[in-house]
């Protein structure tokens, strides 16, 4: 049988080589791990356990006065919406804060306005659930959540919280946990309650 001699430029069909076909595919497979661990988990894709609706900033003040915050308190708002009342009480009281919410477009929307406000770099950001999140760090706990939530989230808040650590709630109590104070303020055309605990020496 006589050789075939090949130039160059000619690729024998039976290797069946394909370079840029087998490059990509090469990209792809490596690219899988990295796509797989971008994605959200699953409870961060939980919908939110309440409806958003934003704090009114003359309730948002009121709750700070309340828990009568100060530099040197770590604040938290648990569902924390578009980040206003930890802003406010990093920017104004100079505290520390940190911004809870299981919805990454709230985060995001708190990440932005706590930048524009100059603040940003002073408040933590995180994409939770807030029954899962270590509250043990807050001298003070800002929630406008449901009756439901509150009720569910108690014993979490009195366990972890430091004696001395201050609860705020717009709007719902803790059932028969009763607060240190109400107030009642008008807002909205509505009333509204706001409540305080403390949580006691142990």
Not at 38 to 62: C, F, G, H, M
Not at 141 to 160: D, G, H, Q, T
């Amino acid at each position: 049988m006589t050789p075939v001699t090949l130039s160059p430029h000619q690729t024998p069909r039976a290797r069946g080589f394909c370079f840029p076909a087998l490059a990509a595919l090469l990209a792809c497979l490596l690219a899988g791990p990295a796509q797989a661990q971008r994605q959200p988990s699953a409870e961060a894709l939980r919908p939110p356990d309440v409806r958003y609706e934003p704090t009114p900033a003359d309730v948002a003040e009121a709750m700070l006065q309340l828990a009568e915050v100060k530099p040197g308190d770590t604040v938290y708002d648990l569902g924390c919406g578009d980040g206003r009342i930890v802003i406010a009480a990093v920017r104004e009281r100079h505290a520390r804060g940190v911004c809870v919410d299981i919805d990454p477009q709230r985060i995001a929307e708190s990440r932005e306005n706590a930048t524009a406000a100059g603040v940003g770099e002073r408040i933590v950001f995180l994409t939770q659930d807030l029954l899962a999140t270590d509250v043990s760090g807050a001298s003070v706990v800002m929630l406008f959540l449901s009756p439901a939530l509150n009720l569910k989230i108690r014993s979490k808040l009195r366990r972890e919280l430091a004696p001395g650590a201050r609860i705020v709630s717009h709007w719902h109590d803790m059932g028969d946990w009763r607060p240190q104070r109400t107030l009642q303020i008008r807002s909205g055309g509505r009333e509204r309650a706001v409540y305080l605990w403390v949580i006691p020496g142990r």
